[in-house]
């Protein structure tokens, strides 16, 4: 019993050790230092089969989207659900049931394994092919069907599922969470970086998912010139607000955008796309590769990647047009309903 | 009223941007402009729920292969269906249940995600380590119980399932289909470049799949003279035809083969090793490396791939030893029954 | 029926062609010459549907772990079964549920692609990035909750699932069996290069299990002093003995080390820190890359890999630093209980 005690309490010491990112800045609440971490973390490692039960009687519900789960089953709790495409193919993911009315499915999370990599292996949302003009969509999964990834890798890794594409949606929701944080902390709202929402049915005029508004903007170099841009959407907050997303930006950068939008396929000066501007709208001068993230297949040769040139002036560093760690550090959760 | 009359004219607008592979020939039909194509497309975007729990209902059934489904269950459909390994292994693939009797699996897709790369990520059907004498199998695919993608990518990007190993056949089924058209449209006959099978069993005498003839028949760098080969099969037309057959490759390959045929395990004048000559066996002359898919880990510097040297003479350019483009920017089913 | 004997007699001659790796000592039976071996392949290339319908029920029983598994449902038989984290993430993996009271979980696979590969595509457990100090934590497979690969494939690829981070054990058994040797074999127990497990519970003073001990014990290049380590933690053979255990590696990789342990996290002269060295303790002299395997990010240039330097004095060649082909050519997998 004493043994016991004692494992427990090793058990509790090693919660110090699950540090996900350094959180340099006092601005954001280590999430792991707080009480109710602690006790999600300690039930979590134990079996509940009444709640095992639960969540895997889930897989009669038949449903495309979490939004159809919510309206057809009243599903109302945050967590992992089956899905079906159309085509009967079966996948599970994340559904925010909570915020502004659920029914958000996740369908994808963007990750920078390596702020170092120059379009290399992990780099599946710009290229893993190296930087190549002749590969101008680079892997080009932002308007394909590949998949990858898991829901419970998805801030570890990419993860992109049927979702992405079967899915035909009105809004998004975009959720910056710590990379590494487990998924049963996500819904914490004081877990995460940045989180907004949409609210205005944008996608019903551009296909009714990513994979249809990226047809109509691809993600691929030398398709355009510098400043032009797909839509720039206004957004809603639900961690965060203006002020603090211009703060998760360079002071360089800062100079560049106006925030309060989600932004699709700008293009920089030397002709390269990226996907997404995250909470921002390029306004003035076009060096979004310091705060756009995905991209096609070519970029200046220092800046192919995920997360393009988010380290400019350092990790980290708040500096020139290096974006803060937090926002380096962090995976983007990109969510339809 | 009005808004939703609008929403939906720009929605059938946007269908002329779902342009797959640029078809320069007038010989094959573009299906994405046919009525068909359009009426699918419109419906396949909202959910039907009847249809949506008939397709999850598939789970039930308990089958090794497409061929057990139809025979044991009677299932007449085409579509994605769930199969279990014989050591329990659940899966989801693609059955063809109404060519020449129904019941192929789809069991594999190869697909060239860049005709520019030298067996760099992407090429899993020859080796994604670089072309490299070293790594004589590359990838080794061929022959190994390795799996990846997905039934519902299987046209934008490779795909290889357990049935590759685990279904123990007799025929095999080809289908070209045009890179990324959705899998709600494969079985349009017009939608194919290319489409065959075989009938004689020839499986029986080489392991019952491919997993076993590729034993039997290294897809190996200098496992064999210029010339060897594996078995070359006599198939039967689905669509297409030996003339339709011969003009897909490059002037200069047809003076190399013979039209009607399935040929795996082609070696050429590098001692590169190939793994299957859809619709042609090579008969004079072994530049194969043009028209023959999938090999080994070791080519010509500029060939390493999954379609080796299909652009030898310019990308889809029907000039010398290149391929035609339908054949270049298609992929290639591979089904069992 | 002439013709059915004949093709049966093509398949038993077949067998012969099914070698995994060549095993070049006497020490070790050829499984695949067994007869044994032999009836198994006939009897599973035929589908007996009453066997796939009983693993296919096996769905119904829900449960984090394969102890679970046998403590709740009493099953007994090992082989692929279902599991769901904790949040309710389904998927399958293999089941030991015989040796020393069975309850064993398969939630891992160390396999060496290439040997030649210097932390190129395939060295999940070291870093698919290149050798670079830039990346010390490489993959960081070993700490985050990334998966990939599938049950079925775990001898012939790199293999991880849920159960890795989401398990709470006390104890692991590794079990080294010859690459490609397919699922429905591991469990002959003369088909196993070696095989031990641990019993003093080890796991409960750090945190569960690998993905926890492994944040204790970072797999990180230049984290510590060459001779530091974690864990060495005594083993009980269930294959092979500690003799046998010296002779699967080079013999001057055996006076550096005592067998008899399972040792964690590792690190050699050059700060390149390894996870894992399976069935040995090193004591004096650091030169661990030639008998543990997974590590960080970077490693002299010529070893870095997911077995880093099993091949320092030619491929299984029994001399100098090089580890025995045996241990080269297996996998390694990992099982928590």
Not at 126 to 133: E, I, L, P, V
Not at 139 to 152: A, I, L, P, Q, Y
Request: a negative charge.
């Amino acid at each position: 019993m004493l043994h016991n005690i004692l494992l427990l309490f090793v058990g509790l010491l090693s919660l110090e050790h699950v540090s996900f990112a350094e959180v340099p800045s006092s601005q954001i609440v280590n999430i792991t230092e707080t009480r109710e971490y602690a006790e999600r973390m300690q039930n979590f490692s134990r079996t509940n089969f009444e709640r095992l039960e639960k969540v895997r009687n889930r897989s009669i519900r038949v449903a495309r989207s979490c939004k159809e789960l919510r309206g057809r089953y009243d599903e109302r709790e945050d967590g992992v659900y089956y899905l079906t495409t159309g085509n009967g193919m079966l996948y599970q993911t994340y559904c925010d049931m909570t915020t502004a009315g659920g029914g958000w499915t996740l369908v994808a999370s963007v990750h920078e394994n390596s702020i170092y990599g120059r379009c290399t292996v992990g780099d599946r949302w710009s290229s893993q092919q190296g930087n190549n003009a002749d590969l101008p969509d680079g892997d080009g999964n932002w308007s394909n069907r590949n998949t990858f990834g898991t829901v419970e890798s998805a801030t570890s890794d990419d993860f992109k599922n049927p979702g992405y594409y079967d899915i035909t949606a009105e809004d998004m929701s975009v959720w910056h969470i710590p990379n590494n944080l487990p998924l049963e902390f996500w819904n914490l709202e004081a877990a995460a970086v940045l989180r907004y929402h949409t609210e205005n049915r944008f996608l019903r005029l551009y296909g009714g998912n990513l994979f249809q508004l990226f047809k109509q903007y691809p993600v691929r170099y030398n398709v355009g010139s510098c400043g032009d841009r797909g839509p720039a959407i206004p957004i809603v907050y639900d961690h965060g607000d203006k002020e603090s997303t211009r703060m998760l930006y360079g002071p360089s950068s800062r100079r560049e955008f106006e925030p309060g939008f989600i932004t699709f396929r700008a293009i920089n000066y030397e002709r390269a796309a990226m996907a997404i501007c995250s909470g921002v709208k390029p306004t003035v001068g076009y060096n979004t590769e310091h705060y756009c993230i995905g991209g096609g297949g070519y970029f200046h040769p220092e800046q192919c990647g995920d997360f393009p040139s988010f380290d400019y002036d350092r990790l980290g560093g708040y500096q020139g047009w290096s974006a803060s760690r937090e926002m380096t550090e962090a995976a983007v959760l990109l969510f339809y309903r």
